[in-house]
C-alpha cells in the first residue's frame, strides 16, 4: 500500500491577506485537495493576522512562509511540497 504524503498549509484569514488574494487562494486550494484524491492529504487551517499585511497574501506550507501568492501560483507551490515530502523517506 502507497503512503500518503501529508502537506501542512496555514492561510492568513486576516482582512488585508483575505481581501488581497487569500480568498481566491482558498478556492484553488479546495480543488486541490480534491484533485490530490487520496494520493496526498493536505491539511488547511486558517490563521488570524501576523502582522505582515504589506507582503500578502500570505501563506505557510509546511514551515516556509509564502508571500505576495497569487492563485496561479498555489498549485505549483503544492506539488513542489508533495514531491518534496514524498522523496522525504
Ligand atoms: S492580514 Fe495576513 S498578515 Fe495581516
Known amino acids: 500500500m502507497?503512503?500518503?504524503?501529508?502537506?501542512?498549509?496555514?492561510?492568513?484569514m486576516g482582512s488585508?491577506?483575505?481581501?488581497?488574494g487569500n480568498s481566491r487562494n482558498i478556492e484553488v486550494l479546495r480543488?486541490?485537495?480534491e484533485e490530490a484524491g487520496g494520493s496526498a492529504v493536505i491539511e488547511t487551517r486558517g490563521h488570524l493576522c501576523e502582522n505582515m499585511c504589506k507582503?500578502?497574501?500570505?501563506?505557510?506550507?509546511?514551515?516556509?512562509?509564502?508571500q505576495n501568492v497569487q492563485p496561479t501560483a498555489?498549485?505549483?507551490?503544492l506539488r513542489h511540497h508533495i514531491a518534496?515530502?514524498?522523496?522525504?523517506g
Request: charge should be neutral.
Open 31 to 33: 480543488r486541490c485537495v
Open 16 to 20: 488585508s491577506c483575505f481581501s488581497r
Open 84 to 88: 518534496a515530502n514524498n522523496t522525504g
Open 55 to 66: 507582503s500578502g497574501p500570505n501563506l505557510i506550507i509546511d514551515g516556509t512562509v509564502y
Open 74 to 77: 498555489v498549485a505549483g507551490l
Open 2 to 12: 502507497p503512503d500518503t504524503t501529508v502537506v501542512n498549509v496555514t492561510i492568513c
